[in-house]
């Protein structure tokens, strides 16, 4: 499957974006997707996920009340709506896929497949 994560930019601290990860390839469905961050000089970090029905929900503390995570899967395409953003949300945000029939959710080693990523700039 091939992702591609759209939707990132900048904002205020306070603001909102949604981002956008569209998946072509083989079914949707197939996959529980994941989110993830990486500020510079720090470590790829665990944001949030979804099964592949959407039916579970996870999520990092630190973003947990502010952001949603949710898919479309007739559009192929898995969201992130960011509300409240701080300035320790700045991050290049990537989504990835692994198969749901696989362990884990928070980890990037358990991501078969990686979006390129969008940068999420969230000034003070």
């Known amino acids: 499957v091939q992702l591609q994560a759209s939707g990132g930019g900048l904002v205020q601290a306070g603001g909102s974006l949604r981002l956008s990860c569209q998946a072509s390839?083989?079914?949707?469905?197939?996959?529980?997707m994941g989110w993830f961050r990486q500020a510079p000089g720090k470590e790829r970090e665990f944001v949030a996920a979804?099964?592949?029905?959407?039916?579970?929900?996870y999520y990092a503390d630190s973003v947990k009340g502010r952001f949603t995570v949710s898919r479309d899967n007739a559009m192929n395409t898995v969201y992130l709506q960011m509300n409240s953003l701080k300035p320790e949300d700045t991050a290049v945000y990537h989504c990835?896929?692994?198969?749901?029939?696989?362990?884990?959710?928070?980890?990037?080693?358990?991501?078969?497949?990686w979006g390129q990523g969008t940068q999420v700039t969230v000034s003070r």
């Open positions: 390839g083989r079914a949707f469905s197939a996959y529980n």
């Open positions: 990835a896929a692994k198969s749901r029939d696989s362990a884990g959710w928070r980890f990037p080693r358990e991501y078969s497949y």
């Open positions: 979804i099964s592949w029905s959407g039916g579970m929900t």
